[in-house]
């Protein structure tokens, strides 16, 4: 049996442990696969983010934006509980990372799950960045262009190099910063 399929199969079953033992005790399976997607999201493990078996295009987003925050240094400073909304599942985490510490901030990621079941089948995130992330990313179109042409080309959108990018991005903000 190959790797990736005795990966699948062991993933399934634990799903199906996971969502059996949630009903059993009365937990929303929903709320329960979502808080599995914050856990392996928040460990910085690409494999176990992997395991959750996001469709595409979410499961490339997420793995990119997954990179982006374990080079960012994110670190949860508050976790709300997951909270259903129709056939939606919402997480909101506020983090401290490389780019709030050095211009003053928390960010809070929104997480929306899509869910079919207990399965996640489209995931999306946006952050809260307050408008000096904004002047920052302005300040490096102009004074460090080569950052969007280079590492951070096509960031968050088919791009390749989220660690290169996050890192140049922070190192950007402490010269914003100190200027």
């Known amino acids: ?50 395991a959750v078996r ?8 997420m793995a990119y934006y997954q990179a982006w925050a374990a080079a960012a240094n994110y670190r949860i400073h508050t976790r709300h509980p997951c909270k259903r909304h129709h056939n939606f599942v919402v997480c909101r985490i506020t983090v401290t990372d490389d780019f709030g510490q050095t211009l003053g901030y928390l960010a809070t990621d929104t997480f929306t799950l899509q869910m ?30 080569e950052i969007l042409t280079g590492p951070c080309h096509r960031m968050f959108a088919g791009g390749t190099t989220p660690t290169a990018c996050a890192r140049a991005v922070a190192d950007s903000a402490q010269i914003f910063i100190n200027q």
Request: overall charge negative; proline content about 9%; aromatic content about 10%.
């Open 1 to 50: 049996m190959s790797p990736r399929r005795l990966l699948f199969l062991i993933t399934s079953m634990i799903l199906l442990a996971l969502n059996q033992g949630c009903e059993r005790n009365g937990q929303d399976p929903q709320l329960a696969a979502a808080e599995a997607f914050i856990d392996a999201f928040y460990s910085f493990e690409p494999t176990k983010l992997a």
């Open 54 to 61: 996001l469709p595409e295009p979410g499961a490339t987003s």
């Open 116 to 145: 079919k079941g207990s399965m996640i089948v489209a995931a999306n995130a946006e952050g809260d960045d307050p408008p000096i992330f904004n002047a920052l990313f302005a300040w490096i179109a102009q004074q460090r262009p």
